[in-house]
Nanobody, 123 residues
Framework: EVQLVESGGGLVQAGGSLRLSCAASGFTFEGYAIAWFRQAPGKEREGISCISKRESRPLYADSVKGRFTISSDNVQNRVYLEMNSLKPEDTAVYYC????????????????WGQGTQVTVSS
């Protein structure tokens, strides 16, 4: 059974940092694109970062570029999202997702999803 489980969310003050973790099981980690999406209340789900061996480098949305860093541990089947210089507008539920192709910013392209973890940034 394929599972993605996010952890690491919480409440942080603006300017602070959080590290999200996505633990994957039930599929071969390598060969998959693993992405982080987020969804704020009343807004559409936004793709913010993706990592894949099919890409020459990790991908980032402009909204997080320079502040967030995605990384993977292929031994432990985990993907991390290091979030620095957090802003109140980063407040959202953060999801990790997987697909067996290259990265995509379209949430409809992903086959597997985690349950999400809440990130709240206070001003």
């Amino acid at each position: 059974e394929v599972q993605l489980v996010e952890s690491g969310g919480g409440l942080v003050q603006a300017g602070g940092s959080l590290r999200l973790s996505c633990a994957a099981s039930g599929f071969t980690f390598e060969g998959y694109a693993i992405a982080w999406f987020r969804q704020a209340p009343g807004k559409e789900r936004e793709g913010i970062s993706c990592i894949s061996k099919r890409e020459s480098r990790p991908l980032y949305a402009d909204s997080v570029k320079g502040r967030f860093t995605i990384s993977s541990d292929n031994v432990q089947n985990r993907v991390y999202l290091e979030m620095n210089s957090l802003k109140p507008e980063d407040t959202a539920v953060y999801y990790c997702a997987a697909r067996s192709k290259s990265c995509s910013s379209d949430s409809n392209d992903y086959d597997f999803w985690g349950q999400g973890t809440q990130v709240t940034v206070s001003s």
